[in-house]
């Protein structure tokens, strides 16, 4: 079996094949460090992490590269706004991102570059654009001559004279062509700036990912990923930089997520619909919206709603209850009977199903079908008057295995303390003494203190409500 990735660029599925066998170079565009991230910057984070996942549970050495955009207009106008100076700003956010995605399941990148600690090989990467004729320098700004590039709209599939400039696209006098795009820019009065050979400015933000791609992964990389919103004009800029100044192919594969809808609504500030992932996973638990963010495909839209996520997270719930209850029936039961080759064969298909699944251009919505076709199985075994012990951790190892891949954990509730331990087996007592009432009335204690009980063939079982 191989892995088949839909390839933007081509516009179909296309057999996986690294440049390197074994290894995979990956570059996925990260944030613009001037605020908390929203759901719509959490969905990349999280599908491509997992892609991650997935590739080294595949085998393969994954060297994995994400950017902070820490200098822009909207970095410096924050700033301005809050009264500290940028580094202070892009340092929180930084920390800040780095706390909203380690909740949301979600490693680190192997290299997390900034702009502004490769200046040096942006410049450098800008100088060549110019010697080579691909770029000039106009009033201090520097320009990208976007029709010198024979290749340009490829990535959009649109014709040069079609394409309208884009967002951070600015339009002015100094430019010999409305399409051209800046490379560099003159710094106003009061800005951060840094001293270059057209004079003092700062980068344009689509020469930054051409730049630190190259430094960090070379020429061409395997997989160069991001937001649908990415696709153009970022990304068909970068493969302009990066191709018209070696000469060779930026990305071999382009990789792409769908956007996000609030209530089948387009997210924005105006809306009041702008969801930050700070502020909701106070309320949401961070492995609910990792869930819900895989339960779609990573290519297809999603719509976020309170409903939606709600049913996301009674789906995980009954998956976490399976293999607690597995748990529960090794450490508990007194009749382990023989070993059964029929379940283990079982286990073993819906291992090779997700495979497939997944195989197919990452589908986390029928990967995750599989886990509840997992958890169905686990529940029939359960039904068995005796249990094996190799089949009891088969089904348990298997949990584990697909969920890591799907950055999800299987954390136990915490211990509780002796007096709600001595309530749970007072009810216990209750209730084989036929004293519903009583029963009935712990219960309802227990849940005061947001511990909920659930009774199951296996015993009585606790989460937190």
Known sequence: MSIQIYNTLTRRKEEFTPLEPGKVKMYVCGPTV????????????????????????????????????????????????????VNTLTE????????DVTALGCGKADIHPRVTEN????????????????????????????????????????????????????????????LDFVLWKAAKEGEVKWDSPWGAGRPGWHIECSAMARKYLGDTIDIHAGGQDLAFPHHENEIAQSESL????????????????????????SLGNFILVHDIIKNIDPQVLRFFMLSVHYRHPINYSKELVENTEKGLERLKTSYQNLKYRKETSANLGDYDEKWLSIIDNLHQEFVREMDDDFNTANGISVLFELSKQANYYLLEKSSSIAVLDAFMNKFEELFSVLGLTLEENELLDEDIEHLIQERINARKNRDFALADE????????????????????????
């Open 34 to 85: 001037y605020n908390y991230i929203h759901i719509g910057n959490a969905r990349p984070v999280i599908v491509f992490d997992t892609v991650r996942r997935y590739l080294k549970f595949r085998g393969y050495d994954v060297q994995y590269v994400s950017n902070f955009t820490d200098v822009d207009d909207k970095i410096i106008k924050a700033a301005n706004e809050l009264k500290e100076d």
């Open 92 to 99: 929180r956010f930084i920390e800040a991102y780095f706390e």
């Open 119 to 178: 200046m040096d090989i942006i410049i450098e990467f800008i100088q060549k654009l110019i010697d080579k004729g691909y770029a000039y320098e106009s009033g201090g700004d520097v320009y990208y001559r976007t029709r010198r590039f024979e290749g340009y709209g490829k990535l959009s599939h649109q014709s040069i004279d079609e394409l309208q400039v884009g967002a951070r696209i600015e339009v002015g006098e100094k430019k010999e062509d409305h």
């Open 246 to 269: 070696t000469g060779k192919t930026f990305a071999n594969y382009w990789m792409h997520n769908g956007y996000i809808n609030i209530d089948n609504e387009k997210m924005s500030k």
């Open 442 to 465: 712990i219960r309802d204690r227990l849940k005061e203190q947001n511990i909920i009980l659930e009774d199951t063939p296996q015993g009585t079982r606790w989460k937190r409500g």
